[in-house]
């Protein structure tokens, strides 16, 4: 078979789809990865700091976009595991275990994003203050977020590990 296949060498259009897609298969399969690839920008070492770094809702894809000179996105599918998936993931022994740290590291951060006007001690204080008869829209101009916010806070709509 010679490297451009032509539907007439084949019994059946089935054939030649099958062929097709094994060829297809093929080239995939040897195509250069990573910082073998002619339009990488990346090196598996920096992929590996990326994924070290990514913090979700404080250290975020656009932030890391910027330092490695990037798109978001292209972050986004690192730590997804969507590319760069022949580099290991740090001390992980899997994309869902790397998942689950990274959640669990954000968990553990004073503040839930890094524009967020509360942390935890903050959320709390406004709790314990509102159970002690302060009134919402105060609450709020103190602390100088929106009335909604004060409102879901105190619904737990957010911030229920607070």
Same mark, same amino acid.
């Given at each position: ?26 080239? *995939?399969? %040897?195509? =250069? ?6 339009? +990488?920008? $990346? ?51 899997? *994309?869902? %275990?790397? =998942? ?6 954000? +968990?553990? $951060? ?53």
């Amino acid at each position: 078979m010679t490297d451009k296949l032509r539907p007439n060498q084949f019994e059946s259009l089935e054939a030649y789809v099958a062929a097709h897609k094994a060829q297809t298969r093929r080239k *995939l399969q %040897e195509a =250069k990865r990573g910082e073998k690839s002619r339009t +990488a920008v $990346l090196t598996a070492d920096q992929v590996v700091e990326i994924r070290r770094k990514y913090i979700p809702g404080i250290v975020g894809t656009k932030q890391l976009g910027q330092e490695y000179g990037v798109g978001y996105s292209t972050i986004s599918n690192i730590v997804q595991g969507v590319t760069w998936t022949h580099v290991p993931m740090g001390d992980h022994a899997s *994309l869902e %275990e790397y =998942k689950a740290a990274k959640q669990a590291e954000a +968990a553990a $951060l004073p503040i839930s994003h890094a524009n967020a006007k509360l942390d935890k001690a903050k959320v709390r204080e406004i709790r314990r203050r509102y159970a002690e008869g302060a009134i919402k829209l105060h609450l709020a101009k103190e602390y100088s977020v929106d009335p909604k916010t004060i409102n879901d806070i105190l619904a737990l709509k957010i911030w229920k590990d607070a």
